[in-house]
């Protein structure tokens, strides 16, 4: 295996044996999030090394499996797939290996995840409208013997999505932060209920979001 000298932020590690990732590194990563396309002279301008520098570090992170691959990123509207929906599921313990099997049939299954909590996995999906997500729990997942139970959430606005993140955003975060103008004060924090139903600035149309405890004791006190 070839070695990569690493001249430009340290030593980068050896290609196929463990990627040790620099500062350099990171930047190329933080280049190729805003655009995967980049050509390798505009990557080794943007991060400030020469352009077979760039190259080499660039496939050492392919070779290594850190970058695993290229797609393009897409308007689920524009798709006709305006609805997103989790749904939460309840498995029967004897039963993973065929549902892990029956949800790979499933090709508007967009994201599952293993979770802790009151369920055992998140299925995300994106359909064209919510009589699709309904036939899909009720006629598809329900149909499933190793599936318990669900429960579905609908998004009402997916306000954050990156492709990734890296640690150095925050520590450029922190960078920030300590860069503060002398004599400025830092920004006050939102009072108690303030962005989540109650008071101004509110981002979702001011719903009033009840915490689970809350609203269990104002069930058993209406029953």
């Not at 369920?119 to 499933?144: F, G, K, P, S, W």
């Not at 004599?183 to 989540?196: F, I, K, L, T």
Request: with cysteine; glycine share 10%.
């Amino acid at each position: 295996m070839s070695s990569n000298s690493g001249s430009a932020g340290g030593a980068a590690g050896r290609i196929g044996i463990g990627l040790e990732l620099d500062a350099t590194h990171l930047k190329i990563l933080e280049v190729l999030r805003e655009n995967g396309r980049v050509s390798v002279s505009a990557l080794a301008e943007r991060v400030g090394i020469s352009r077979a520098n760039a190259y080499t570090r660039f496939e050492a992170l392919r070779a290594d499996g850190v970058i695993r691959r290229f797609t393009a990123e897409i308007d689920h509207q524009r798709a006709g797939l305006g609805i997103v929906a989790l749904i939460f599921v309840t498995v029967r313990q004897q039963m993973w290996r065929q549902f892990r099997a029956q949800l790979a049939q499933m090709p508007e299954v967009e994201y599952c995840a293993i979770t802790t909590g009151q369920h055992d996995a998140m299925i995300q999906v994106r359909m064209a409208d919510v009589a699709e997500v309904h036939a899909m729990v009720t006629e598809r997942l329900a149909n499933i013997p190793a599936v318990k139970a669900t429960e579905t959430v609908f998004i009402l606005d997916e306000v954050l999505r990156r492709p990734y993140v890296l640690p150095s955003d925050r520590e450029r975060e922190r960078g920030r932060g300590t860069s503060r103008r002398p004599g400025s004060a830092p920004s006050p924090e939102p009072e108690q209920g303030q962005g989540q139903g109650q008071g101004q600035g509110l981002p979702l149309g001011k719903m009033r979001f009840v915490g689970a405890a809350e609203g269990r004791a104002a069930l058993r006190d209406e029953s």
